[in-house]
């Protein structure tokens, strides 16, 4: 049995939906490569934060995907969990009508932004899923715009959230499946 299909056994009853997403999105057809399919896809689950799916994942991905694309994938969670707490900050206090914090210069260092491991699409790409996760506006606009400019397609964009949010989802089934009691348990 895969690391993905052992998750998949793990998912409790009620998240069937999410089993069956998770197959079709990381064993479907796509528009997207091996290389963007897994990256988003161990970008999402590292920022979901469930040890097992993200463990599956890597695992998985390490199997069908340049080490390139994990990597990045690494390094765009990470700095993206970083970046959506700012912007995303900025954003909110912006929507207040509060003062301005787009004038205070940012001061962290972001340089694999400009310099990924694998393609620089790519990397928006991962960078894009993980900030729909996040829910940052300002970064979802930015790096979809970056994405569409670096020659990838509205098509390749969705199906990128798409796998995002049903990784996302997967992890909060599991998450949940450990802490709540069958239904029939509780009559």
């Known amino acids: 049995m895969s690391a993905i299909e052992d998750v998949r056994a793990k998912l409790p009853p009620a998240a069937r939906d999410l089993s ?17 399919r897994w990256g988003v896809a161990v ?5 979901s934060r469930e040890p097992g799916l ?4 890597i695992e998985e991905a390490r199997t069908v995907a ?8 690494v390094a765009g969670a990470a700095l993206m969990g970083m970046n959506n707490v700012l912007y ?26 400009v310099r990924p491991a694998g393609a620089k699409v790519d990397f928006e790409l991962v960078c894009l899923a993980v ?13 979809e715009r970056a994405v569409i400019e670096g020659g990838l397609g509205p098509e390749h964009v969705f199906e990128a959230v798409r796998i995002a ?9 599991l998450e949940s499946a450990s802490i709540a009691a069958p239904v029939s348990a509780a009559a």
């Open 66 to 73: 340049p080490e390139s694309a994990i990597e990045d994938a």
């Open 54 to 57: 993200r463990d599956a994942v």
């Open 165 to 173: 949010a049903t990784i996302h989802g997967a992890a909060v089934a």
């Open 20 to 36: 069956l997403n998770l197959a079709s999105v990381l064993g479907g057809e796509s528009v997207l490569s091996a290389a963007q």
């Open 88 to 113: 995303r900050f900025r954003h909110f206090l912006a929507d207040q009508g509060r003062q301005s914090y787009d004038a205070h210069p940012a001061r962290l260092r972001m340089q694999r932004l």
């Open 43 to 47: 970008a999402a689950a590292i920022a």
């Open 131 to 143: 900030s729909a996760i996040h829910g940052c506006e300002r970064c979802v606009v930015a790096h």
